[in-house]
């Protein structure tokens, strides 16, 4: 009897602007128009591996998902490191600002020359297609290369080695009386000293070498990324709508919900919504939406019901308990 | 390729994870928070730029083999072999989802074609369907991560068992059809014999036998004698479970040799999830328990000494029933209930109930397995990984599942399918939401019942 008097009394309530504001108007187009980020697919998910476009992504408010092992920690879970996974809003909206390219597949050889191009030296004007696929005496190249990159690593860690050892030689030397000895072995230390190859520091890349290394390269990725999955049109365009107005944007699965909702970087602000995106014309069940509402007034966050107006606009609703006793 | 000075110098890097502080409510376009969110973002760059600096000596080599998805090791396997890996024809190969874990902690380095493949190309290569996907690597990659074990399920082991069981199972039922209602009372294996009473005799247990009067010599010791448990986990282990081995000749009547009980086929038949009860649930049961009717401490019971002074008693139950409410018994629907027998109102209850209740496994093996639904890993628990033995990895902790919000939720029918094929091992979903990962389980559930006598 309580419960059906309660949900009587429920009103729904049109958010005003003002409490959507959001931090800040942003225009719809991004800061910088001149990088492209490169995307790869994986098992068809949109990753993203080199740094500079980590970096170019979040400055245009896009956060996306981290998934891999963190390089200095990798047995833990709390901070993930690169690849980063983008939702399928970020993607699209990334493609519709013309600001992202498919990530070549490969290591290049140039074609004509049989020889692969160090980094710097790219043909760019030549385009794209000049390179191919690492395969025949191309790939052999790329062995040789990287054995005497390899080579060439090992005889500079084995001068730096060396420093160190004669500098913990030097930096011991503060009595007079241990002076010979260790001079003697400061000496010895000179003349055969042998850096062990199992201590050659070698770096396993996160991102595929080839064009990480090579600021030119950016130009060669034409903004080309195709736009997939057109389904799921509304998230797409309450996304929008509320990047557009400055808020920073996560999936909200683990709260029901389509996204959260975050009033600046979420590494620094705690989330103020929860978005639920709905088609304007679309029915919900009471039950649904006092289910989320109450989740959400659980975990001290708004739920807003978010519904694309025709004009383009998006109609924010959120639910609110009126205290009638 | 970075200069060898930088390569060199990150050997001696820290190992330390900058801590986060507390996070704002609102932005207040002050200076202090202008300030603590660029030190956050520098801090945060400069941990995703860092790159996996090993030395060459701490690196497993690796060969990746497109043909058959796998990495065969060039170098002996580290510590990790414990846990990960197979043998075959005299080669240590890794599955290409443990392959990209170690490449991820800076453990292993592959190679293809002689060159070595970045973590990119770890995901890009070793990633298909026909692997493992980019969700269950990122499940995988998660439990990992916690130290736990996990393993591939092998869906073809579990379903040939169930074939050849159910075949069982049919032929148990012809040969032994007619003599399953012939049981003896329930009887509680604890429960210490009553003075001077002996239900069973050491000899022949003929027909003839029962009307002969007891000797009070042969009494056996109940307590001693244990009933097979099989329901027990204990008594679970992959291997061991089908059989049990025969009674003790000794407690046989002399004419009946048992050999040794396949068991399986009864264990598919019974709910063998345990039960887990919070504190409280626990005294409830105990409370049943000391209220529950037990026919050992019937009076007239107690004071039979053999199994035919049982059976008359009953007549004679029967008799006095009989004398005053036959006519009930005469139809051909008779009462659900006897009033002169005793009995609990809970049991009471149960028998005038309608619908019975069910559970998770109850008519689970008529469910066809779906191809949308389908268990992934075997999940062994951290603290097992000292003992830990590839070839006889024992019950896992649980079963993943791996599936997104994207996706349905599974129906009672996929649960039922997965729950049979998991076995007494609970399966759970890992639900993937990008970068989130949540996991959930069905559980039976118990509804607590407040009827008491």
């Known amino acids: ?325 | 390729m970075p200069p060898p000075s930088e390569v060199f110098a990150a050997r001696s890097r820290s190992h330390k994870i900058p801590v986060r502080g507390q996070k704002d409510f609102f932005p207040d376009d002050s200076e202090e928070q202008r300030r603590r969110l660029e030190q956050t973002l520098d801090e945060h760059w400069s941990l995703i730029s860092e790159e996996r600096v090993e030395r060459l000596g701490n690196l497993v080599k690796a060969k990746w083999i497109p043909s058959e998805q796998m990495v065969e090791l060039q170098t002996p396997a580290g510590k990790f072999w414990q846990t990960m890996g197979f043998s075959a024809d005299g080669k240590q190969h890794l599955l290409p989802e443990e392959a990209l874990y170690l490449m991820e902690c800076g453990s292993l380095q592959v190679f293809y074609r002689d060159l070595p493949l970045s973590i990119q190309d770890g995901y890009e290569k070793f990633l298909s369907s026909s692997t493992v996907s980019l969700q269950q690597y990122q499940v995988f990659g998660h439990l990992k991560r916690l130290g736990y074990v996990v393993l591939r399920f092998e869906p073809s082991h579990t379903a040939e068992q169930d074939i050849c069981t159910n075949d069982r199972i049919e032929e148990d039922k012809c040969s032994h059809g007619d003599e399953e209602d012939k049981k003896p009372p329930e009887s509680h294996p604890t429960a210490a014999p009553g003075p001077g009473r002996t239900w069973w005799v050491t000899d022949d247990l003929g027909h003839q036998l029962d009307h002969q009067p007891v000797s009070g010599c042969s009494r056996w010791n109940f307590s001693a004698i244990t009933f097979p448990d099989v329901g027990s986990t204990e008594s679970s282990t992959e291997s061991s479970s089908s059989s049990l081995l025969p009674p003790d000749p000794c407690l046989l009547p002399g004419s009946l040799a048992v050999g040794v009980c396949n068991v399986a086929p009864w264990r598919q038949r019974i709910n063998l999830r345990e039960v887990k009860m919070s504190s409280k649930e626990q005294r409830t049961e105990e409370d049943k328990q000391r209220h529950r009717w037990d026919i050992n401490k019937d009076r007239e019971v107690q004071r039979c000494r053999n199994w035919t002074e049982y059976r008359e008693l009953l007549v004679r139950r029967e008799g006095k029933r009989k004398g005053r409410l036959e006519h009930l018994w005469k139809r051909e629907v008779t009462p659900l209930h006897d009033p002169t027998q005793p009995i609990s109102t809970e049991e009471l209850l149960e028998k005038i109930s309608v619908t019975q209740s069910t559970d998770l496994l109850e008519g689970a093996s008529s469910i066809k397995g779906s191809d949308e639904w389908r268990i992934c890993f075997n999940v062994y628990q951290p603290d097992t990984v000292a003992d830990f033995k590839k070839s006889n990895p024992g019950k896992p902790y649980s079963r993943m599942c791996v599936c997104s919000f994207d996706g349905p939720v599974p129906d009672l029918r996929a649960i039922k399918g997965l729950a049979l094929q998991s076995g007494d091992v609970p399966v759970v979903f890992a639900v993937v939401d990008y970068g989130d990962i949540s996991f959930y389980t069905f559980k039976d559930f118990q509804l607590p019942t407040d009827v008491y006598p």
């Open chain 1, 1 to 325: 009897r309580r419960d059906q008097s309660n949900s009587l009394n429920i009103l729904t309530k049109k958010e005003s602007l003002d409490q959507v504001r959001g931090p800040q108007r942003t225009t719809d187009e991004p800061p910088d128009l001149r990088h492209v980020v490169g995307l790869s697919l994986c098992d068809s998910a949109p990753l993203l591996w080199r740094v500079e476009d980590l970096r170019s992504v979040r400055s245009q408010g896009l956060v996306g998902a981290l998934l891999g092992s963190l390089p200095r920690t990798p047995r833990q879970n709390g901070r993930l490191g690169r690849p980063l996974l983008l939702l399928p809003e970020e993607e699209r909206l990334l493609s519709e600002r013309r600001a992202a390219a498919g990530l070549p597949a490969g290591n290049r050889v140039s074609l004509s020359t049989g020889r692969v191009h160090p980094p710097g030296e790219f043909p760019w004007f030549m385009g794209l297609f000049w390179w191919c696929w690492q395969d025949g005496a191309g790939v052999e190249l790329l062995v040789k290369q990287h054995e005497e990159e390899q080579q060439r690593s090992y005889e500079e860690q084995s001068v730096f080695a060396l420093e160190d050892r004669k500098s913990a030689l030097l930096r011991a030397m503060t009595s007079p009386h241990t002076d010979e000895a260790l001079r003697g072995r400061l000496e010895a230390l000179d003349q055969n000293f042998t850096f062990p190859r199992s201590a050659l520091a070698v770096q396993l890349s996160t991102a595929r070498a080839g064009l990480t290394y090579c600021p030119e390269a950016r130009a060669f990725l034409q903004a080309d990324w195709p736009m997939r999955g057109q389904n799921g049109h509304t998230r797409y365009q309450v996304f929008r709508d509320l990047r557009g107005r400055g808020f920073y944007l996560t999936s909200a699965g683990k709260f029901g919900g389509d996204f959260l909702v975050y009033p600046g970087d979420p590494l620094r602000f705690h989330a103020h919504f929860i978005a639920v995106c709905l088609a304007a014309d679309e029915h919900v069940c009471v039950l649904d939406v006092l289910a989320v509402a109450r989740l959400g007034s659980n975990v001290k966050k708004t739920v807003l019901f978010c519904s694309p107006g025709p004009g383009g606009g998006v109609l924010y609703t959120s639910l609110q308990w009126s205290g009638m006793v």
